[in-house]
């Protein structure tokens, strides 16, 4: 691991507040990382993740534009996974982004996730006027594939007001249009991300509806294969879920994290809408191996 100087250099040279799950043009969001940082810069923050889905392909322009604004940059990641019928989010920080291992897998998810997408743009084109180069114009050239590209193409036909609209109706899997995408099953990402000398917490982990939360036997099958903990304080966390959260996290020591979700014009989230405390920031950079955070100068 390069920049350890001392025995104290790991101490918290990064200040609050904190937000570690934001999304850049890279995969979902909407912009180029660099104006992410400038975004959560200009609403107060002072320490970010760029957390993309199944790519580290940001890291480098966000951690040029968090040096030049005086902010502290965990690169990180959010890796696409599979519990069951669910889809599991695990955010992933300070791995070595070249992991070979590891990089194969994301590579693989990428990869399925193009091929899934103009599935689901076939299936779509068989009763609206939608191709695949709709959803080409509105993708970043190598990004992520998600279904945010597939609704911007949507509301760029007039078939659609915005992504939450086109989510609640030709996209929602109850039309019949929807395809699943290859990944990994949680504890393979657990294994992948700790091996790479990263840190995961799982985003968002108790949504209502479909996904619902793993059930606690898994959640602590998990932490025993080294789950470092949940992002608890997240917009579609349910009240409940969040108190179930909460003790498991006293019962077993996890970190527990606070973050927007931004995604730049593709949700309603703002970057800082929820943050992370200076002591959970600090679990997380001591217990990563992979990559040091990026300090201001
Ligand atoms: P995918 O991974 O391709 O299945 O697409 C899931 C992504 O869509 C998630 O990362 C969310 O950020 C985004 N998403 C899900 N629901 C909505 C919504 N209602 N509005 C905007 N984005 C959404
Ligand atoms: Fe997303
Ligand atoms: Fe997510
Ligand atoms: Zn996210």
Redesign the pocket.
Known sequence: MAEVEGARSRAPRFSGPSDLHL?SAR??GTEPPAEVIASAHRHGLRTVALTD?DTTAGWAEAAEAAGSLGMTLLPGM?F?AKHEWR?V?LLSYLFDPDDTALRAETDRIRGD?VG??ERIVSNISRDYDLTWEDVLAQTTRDAT????H??DALVARGLAR???E???GILHPREGYYEP?YAPDPFRVVELVTSAGGVVVVAHPTPSGRSRMMPEPVLHALIDAGLAGFEIDHRENTEAGKRVLRRIAADRDLIVTGSS?Y?GR??PNIPGENTTSDAMVERIIERATGTSPVYPA
Not at 145 to 148: D, K, L, M, N
């Open positions: 999304h995969s979902d889905h959010e696409s889809s989010h996730r899934r997408a594939v998600g279904r945010p597939i609704a915005d992504r939450g086109a989510f609640d995408h979700d995604h593709g949700k």
